[in-house]
């Protein structure tokens, strides 16, 4: 069962996670389950990705191994599965390179825009101190796999980290709670959860980094901000 980003900006309305706080765990669980029903029907969904860039093999960069056994032959990603953006959003820098990432991708601008806020707070030279880099904050060997040369160019790096999005959104079935933990945490650590929905993923939660909790209710909030 994918949660509505709607329904996280209910999460502005209690006070922040304290990443040093043992509580953070127990906080998560609580709003994830007051936003799920009881039953759930969402099945795991195994897609394809993109083709590489020139010279990118399946085997380079860590992208490639997170995401796991891909189709070498898919030239395109196929639109089944894939959440459109079908509203309006707040206008925010580099509004074009947004809006045609989404619509090349089939990511909701909205999210973009949150993934971004979130990350980098729109700063294009952001550097984490685990070295991820630009408004998407990309770590090298996932820009490379995505064939970002120059992380620091908005253009390539909202490329890159709406194309990494769209593959995530694919192979969680659309179910926002795991891609954002993807996004934060990395794909195969969500992968082997053993979990297929959001509602699955409340009931491991405290196997989650307190960080990558924290983060998902972050970016779901700020997707409600850009939403109009």
Do not use: C
């Amino acid at each position: 069962m994918q949660i509505d980003p709607i329904s996280w900006k209910q999460m502005t309305d209690i006070p922040q996670m304290n990443t040093n706080s043992t509580e953070s765990a127990t906080g998560f669980v609580n709003v994830l389950s007051s936003l799920l029903t009881e039953d759930s029907t969402s099945k795991p969904v195994e897609r394809s990705i993109t083709q590489l860039a020139p010279g990118v093999t399946f085997k380079d960069g860590l992208l490639w191994q997170q995401l796991g056994a891909v189709d070498e032959s898919a030239s395109s990603l196929p639109m089944e599965g894939v959440v459109h953006d079908t509203g309006a959003t707040k206008p925010t820098t580099f509004e074009d390179l947004i809006t045609a990432a989404g619509e090349r991708y089939g990511v909701p601008v909205s999210l973009i825009k949150a993934v971004i806020d979130a990350e980098s707070s729109f700063n294009p030279n952001a550097v984490s101190s685990a070295g991820a880099k630009g408004l998407m904050q990309l770590m090298d060997g996932t820009a490379r796999g995505l064939g970002v040369r120059n992380p620091f160019d908005p253009a390539q790096n909202i490329e890159g980290g709406t194309k990494y999005l769209s593959n995530l959104i694919q192979r969680f079935g659309g179910e926002m709670a795991m891609v954002l933990a993807a996004y934060n945490a990395g794909p195969t650590r969500i992968a082997n959860l053993g979990v297929s929905s959001d509602e699955e993923l409340m009931s491991v939660a405290h196997e989650l980094p307190e960080e990558t909790q924290a983060y998902i209710g972050k970016v779901m909030n700020a997707q409600s901000k850009y939403t109009l």
